[in-house]
Nanobody, 126 residues
Framework: HVQLVESGGGTAQPGRSLRLSCAAS????????LGWFRQTPGKEREQVAV????????TRYADSVKGRFTISQDATNTVHLQMNNLKPEDTAMYYC????????????????????WGQGTQVTVS
C-alpha cells in the first residue's frame, strides 16, 4: 500500500504563493501517476497537476492553473506543488493522489484510477 500525507496549505492573499508537499511512503514502486487534485463544495473534483510515469514520462496540468502552478518531485518520494499568482478561485481542499493499478497500466485520466489519496490540505486565497 501507499501512504500520502499533504502539508503546506494555508491562507494567502491573491497574487501570493504557496507550496504544497506530499510525502509518499510505503510501496511507491510502479506508480503510474502521482499528483494533485482540488475540490470545493458544489464543484466537481479537478485534477490540478500530475506526474505521469506510464506511457512515457510527462506532466499534465489543468487549464485553470497552467502557467501558474508547477509540480515537481525530489529524491525522497515527495511531490510538490508550487502555486504562484494565486487567485480566489484557487480556494479549495487540495489532495495528493496516486495511481498504482493492480491489472493494467493507467493513463490516470479518471478519478477512479487513483487508488490512494491523502487527507487533504486546505488552501484559502482571500
Amino acid at each position: 500500500h501507499v501512504q500520502l500525507v499533504e502539508s503546506g496549505g494555508g491562507t494567502a492573499q491573491p497574487g501570493r504563493s504557496l507550496r504544497l508537499s506530499c510525502a509518499a511512503s510505503g510501496n511507491t514502486y510502479s506508480l503510474n501517476c502521482l499528483g494533485w487534485f482540488r475540490q470545493t463544495p458544489g464543484k466537481e473534483r479537478e485534477q490540478v497537476a500530475v506526474f505521469i510515469y506510464s506511457f512515457g514520462r510527462s506532466t499534465r496540468y489543468a487549464d485553470s492553473v497552467k502557467g501558474r502552478f508547477t509540480i515537481s518531485q525530489d529524491a525522497t518520494n515527495t511531490v510538490h506543488l508550487q502555486m504562484n499568482n494565486l487567485k480566489p478561485e484557487d480556494t479549495a481542499m487540495y489532495y495528493c493522489a496516486a495511481v498504482q493499478p493492480r491489472f493494467f497500466v493507467s493513463n490516470c485520466l479518471r478519478d477512479l484510477d487513483f487508488n490512494y489519496w491523502g487527507q487533504g490540505t486546505q488552501v484559502t486565497v482571500s
